[in-house]
């Protein structure tokens, strides 16, 4: 069994071991292999990463707005584990999002790493075209990323 069955295998557990003893998982098969393409289905691909980081990358602004560097410095590792997350489901996306991986978040946690409030807003302008020079490389240049301007959660400073 590998490592992707085992994994699977134990959500069908945990599942299992959380669900009410008069109700049944009505929506998962009792067929192994039709359970792991259900749950599978259930994790979707990138774009449930991207909702991710679409969040993040807000959060990761308005923290370095307010100086709160331990929290942008938070989301930018969040970032990332979205982003390499979403590549485990679809590698297809990897050559996209090299650049981004290489160039662009290394920049970006320079700058909070540094807790440099002056060069913040030109980084994160780079950082912003880094998400769309990889959208337009997946052909998805419709998806406009633009510098947030309303703040999403009370986080503050």
């Not at 650049?99 to 807790?115: A, C, D, T």
């Not at 002056?118 to 052909?139: M, V």
Request: charged letters at 30%; one cysteine or more; hydrophobic letters at 40%.
């Amino acid at each position: 069994m590998n490592l992707r069955n085992i994994v699977i295998s134990d959500f069908i557990i945990l599942f299992i071991g959380c669900e009410n003893k008069n109700e049944k998982l009505s929506w998962l098969s009792s067929d192994q292999d039709s359970a792991f393409v259900q749950i599978e289905r259930q994790f979707r691909g990138f774009d449930m990463a991207m909702k991710e980081v679409g969040y993040r990358y807000t959060e990761l602004y308005f923290a370095a707005l307010d100086e709160n560097w331990d929290y942008a410095q938070y989301h930018l590792e969040k970032i990332k584990t979205a982003i390499e997350n979403g590549l485990e489901r679809r590698s297809k996306r990897a050559a996209s999002a090299k650049g981004f991986l290489e160039y662009s978040l290394p920049r970006i946690v320079k700058v909070v790493e540094e807790k440099d409030s002056l060069n913040f807003p030109k980084k994160f302008e780079l950082f912003r075209q880094g998400c769309i020079t990889c959208h337009a490389s997946e052909g998805v240049d419709f998806i406009k990323v633009v510098t947030p301007t309303i703040k999403l959660s009370p986080v503050s400073q």
